[in-house]
């Protein structure tokens, strides 16, 4: 049974037609994406190439903002007409804990209401499921911030769509 693909799944909200607009942009890339994911020594960067032109075409753009005086950040793509910051992964998601430095980009950036984490479904050799992982971390803290409608209240991010690759 083959699985879906790409792997889905939505933390708080996300605006459902753009929600399929970049399931069909992956899905698009589905050969390339999951022969880099199974490559040693293959960077984001080589992720988000191929995935570039049609994200562009969607409206993203790189932009690098400032959170203060001393500090400056960059996403990998931001929509700013659809208030979304995107980010995409390939093998440090899990181990080096990017994932949360990927929420704090969005949490920070007062453009931002929406994030996108576009990470593999599994590693190279297979014994790691970042997907999975990555949907279980922001899980736990969505479950633990559920029903405190005081702390939702101060936190500017709507939603958070995890994509499998």
Not at 85 to 93: A, C, P, S
Not at 132 to 158: A, R
Request: aromatic share 8%; with cysteine; charged share 30%.
């Amino acid at each position: 049974m083959e699985q879906i693909y790409p792997r889905c799944k939505i933390i708080g909200e996300f605006p459902e037609k753009h929600l399929k607009l970049l399931e069909i942009l992956v899905r698009k890339r589905k050969a390339e994406l999951t022969s880099l994911r199974d490559t040693k020594g293959v960077q984001s960067d080589s992720i988000l190439r191929i995935l570039w032109p049609d994200l562009e075409k969607a409206g993203y753009k790189k932009k690098r903002w400032s959170a203060s005086s001393d500090s400056s950040f960059e996403m990998d793509g931001t929509n700013q007409e659809l208030k979304i910051g995107l980010e995409i992964e390939k093998g440090r998601v899990i181990l080096g804990n990017q994932i949360f430095l990927d929420l704090y980009k969005f949490l920070i950036n007062p453009n931002i209401e929406y994030g996108v984490l576009i990470v593999p479904v599994s590693s190279r050799e297979g014994g790691e499921k970042p997907f999975n992982k990555t949907t279980i971390k922001l899980g736990l803290m969505e479950s633990k911030i559920e029903g405190h409608q005081s702390l939702l209240s101060q936190i500017p991010l709507k939603g958070v769509l995890i994509i499998g690759y």
